[in-house]
Structure formats: structure tokens, C-alpha cells
């Protein structure tokens, strides 16, 4: 079966869509998404109603904790403290119960999710190095954990004790060896390469293929704007950083 993993859509529907479309036309049967649903960009209500329409597997993030919760901001940068308090107007009640009953934490069928690291989901820490995928895969029990968090891809490999990792397009999974994935951003890439981003596990061919998706990017910043959003938010999606 080929599954689309999705990650941090933060409320880019028009990426989402797109990603959508591009995997169905690959042929994935089954969705998952691995938080971060909401914050940043201007469709969150959307992006929550596709999810949950879809039904699609998924895990908390931290935005969507911000947004579902109520939080308190003061110790955020005041950019993206501005896009939590505005997704959290954008939520029905219901939606946040939703989000707020995610699971930092998920199996699905024979690999792990998870939206930042294994070693402290709760944490929110960044896995941008070999030492911190180290301490990620020593709570990792199945072979394969995809997680977002970062949005940059990088896949991490661990055999034998010893942690491999960098950035990749295309990961063939052997026997014995443990794979930490990030799958990189569908709604605001970091990467330098504005395409949304997503992955295809096929699990009868044991592949992990990263994919990368042109959408409307015009359409998303215009949506941004016209919200009163800051504006920085809708630059940085031109640029995909
Ligand atoms: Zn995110």
C-alpha cells in the first residue's frame, strides 16, 4: 500500500489541495498527517474540516496546541503569538476539542508518528542533528517514524548504534536498520525550495520517496493579506524559508 504522509500544513489550503491531488494521481490509498494542521497561514477552519472529513490518522502539533488550548503567549515571538490568537478565532469550539484531543503519539499499522521528537513529544525539541535523532531513536520501537516539526527533510538512519542522516530524495529500507523521517513542510517549506512538501511510503516496495508539489503560492499570500495577517508570513512562502 503507498501511504501519503503529510506534516505542518498550517493552514495553506491551497498546498494542501495540491498535495492531495499529487498523491492521488501517485496512488495513495491512505493519508496521515503528523500535526500542525493550523497556525501561520489564513485557512485553518479548512485545513481542520479537510483532516477530519478525510479521516485521515493524525497526531498533535505544537501550533495546533497553542491554537486548541488556551495557552498563554507572552513568551512567544510576537509574529507568530499575532497567527495563534488569530487561528484561535478562526476555530469553532469544536474544532479546537478536536485538536485538543490529538495524540502526541501514534502507531499507524507498522511505523510510528510523532510531530517533533520520540524522546519528548511533549517537548517540542528540533531534530536537526545526528546526536539529537540519537536520542529520538532510543524510544523508537517499529522500524520507521516519520515526524515534521522543522519542515526541512532530512532522513535519519540508525544501525548497529551508530546514526546516519542528511537530506534525501529517496530512502530504501533495509532489514535491521531504523529510519527517523521527516517529511518536510506542506504549507510553509524551509528548505529554500518553495514547493510544498510531502512523502510516499510504499510498504510493499519498502520505499520512502520525498515528494515536492508546485501549488498556487499567489493564491495562499493573497489570503494572508486580505486576513491582515503579518505580512512576513506571506513573503517567506515565495521564498520557501
Ligand atoms: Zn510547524
Not at 495553506?12 to 498527517?33: K, M, P, Y
Amino acid at each position: 500500500m503507498k501511504y501519503a504522509i503529510l506534516s505542518d500544513i498550517h493552514a495553506n489550503i491551497d498546498a494542501l489541495e495540491s498535495v492531495l491531488a499529487h498523491a492521488r494521481t501517485e496512488g495513495c490509498e491512505q493519508f496521515v498527517c503528523l500535526g500542525d494542521v493550523v497556525g501561520y497561514n489564513a485557512n485553518p477552519a479548512e485545513c481542520v474540516a479537510k483532516i477530519r472529513e478525510m479521516e485521515m490518522p493524525c497526531i498533535l502539533g505544537n501550533h495546533d496546541e497553542y491554537s486548541a488550548k488556551d495557552i498563554d503567549l507572552s513568551s512567544f515571538n510576537p509574529v507568530a503569538a499575532e497567527a495563534v490568537e488569530w487561528t484561535r478565532q478562526q476555530l469553532t469550539p469544536e474544532d479546537r476539542q478536536w485538536l485538543a484531543a490529538l495524540r502526541y503519539v501514534r502507531l499507524v499499522d507498522s511505523f510510528t508518528i510523532v510531530h517533533a521528537t520520540m524522546d519528548g513529544p511533549r517537548q517540542w525539541g528540533y531534530v536537526q542533528d545526528k546526536m539529537a535523532a540519537a536520542a529520538s531513536f532510543t524510544y523508537q520501537s517499529t522500524p520507521i517514524c516519520f515526524h515534521g516539526h522543522t519542515h526541512v527533510p532530512l532522513a535519519f538512519m540508525s544501525e548497529g548504534g551508530k546514526v546516519h542522516g542528511g537530506t534525501y530524495n529517496c530512502v530504501q529500507v533495509e532489514q535491521g536498520k531504523k529510519y527517523f523521517i521527516n517529511v518536510g513542510s506542506v504549507g510553509q517549506p524551509r528548505d529554500s525550495d518553495p514547493r510544498a512538501a510531502y512523502v510516499i511510503y510504499d510498504d510493499t516496495e519498502k520505499r520512502i520517496d520525498l515528494q515536492r508539489v508546485e501549488y498556487d503560492i499567489e493564491s495562499a499570500q493573497a489570503k494572508i493579506r486580505a486576513a491582515g495577517l503579518p505580512d512576513r508570513l506571506a513573503e517567506r512562502l515565495a521564498l520557501g524559508r
